[in-house]
């Protein structure tokens, strides 16, 4: 009988990438996670960036994660930014991308490769307020709670299967700036506790 697929990796580290546009908070709680051994098998491996000038890039560059960056616009668009993109990840034997603040919709050349074992972090209680600026959306449509999803990406905009949600509060005259920092905080506990959970050896059958 043919050993299946997890088991033959079984112990070995499942390499991640992180793609991400903008800040990198959640990006610097996963590495710090990752160096400390704190994902399960799952390790951070590599940055993606379409903004050579982020605060994501800058940290990978300071902790010497290799990183490959540039704008869609210096590699000829989104198809060739995800070929070039590819090309690296699998120079680096990449299993799963966990896009954390990437502020692009991924393309069939990505999706191809990685559907199923890519995930997203978006500010939301989804299918609520998907796309830019979630936590406004949510101050403005007046609700009394927000949250975070993490969720499996597909060809849409933030639409696909929900992995795990955590609730955030919205408190009487909330300021937008104190609503993000409490959504944040729920990001960098929600996200590395998904990645680890996604990197046991239960999960990963690829
Ligand atoms: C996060 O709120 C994430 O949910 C959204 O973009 C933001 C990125 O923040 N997709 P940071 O760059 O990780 O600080």
Redesign the pocket.
């Known amino acids: 009988m043919e050993t299946p697929p997890f088991l033959q990796t079984a112990g070995d580290p499942l390499a991640i990438a992180v793609f991400?546009?903008?800040?990198?908070?959640?990006?610097?709680?996963l590495l710090a996670h990752s160096e400390q051994g704190m994902l399960g098998r799952g390790c951070i491996v590599c940055l993606v960036s379409d903004r050579p000038d982020?605060?994501?890039v800058a940290h990978a560059m300071s902790r010497g994660l290799p990183t490959f960056t540039a704008t869609h616009q210096e590699v000829g668009g989104r198809k060739a930014f995800e070929e070039a993109a590819l090309a690296f990840l699998a120079s680096h034997g990449v299993r799963w991308i966990v896009?954390?603040?990437?502020?692009r919709l991924v393309g069939r050349t990505l999706l191809q490769a990685y559907e199923g074992h890519m995930i997203?972090?978006?500010?939301s209680l989804l299918p609520h307020f998907p796309g830019l600026d979630?936590?406004a959306q949510a101050l403005s449509a007046g609700v009394s709670e927000t949250g975070?999803t993490v969720h499996y990406v597909d060809a849409g905009m933030d639409t696909g299967q929900i992995i795990a949600q955590t609730r955030v509060p919205i408190l009487p005259n909330d300021s937008l700036a104190a609503l993000?920092t409490r959504?944040?905080a729920a990001?960098h506990e929600l996200?590395p506790r998904i990645v680890a959970q996604l990197c046991s050896d239960a999960m990963d059958t690829k």
């Open positions: 991400a546009s903008g800040t990198g908070s959640n990006f610097r709680t982020s605060g994501a896009l954390a603040g990437y502020m997203n972090i978006h500010p979630a936590p975070v993000t959504i944040h990001e996200l």
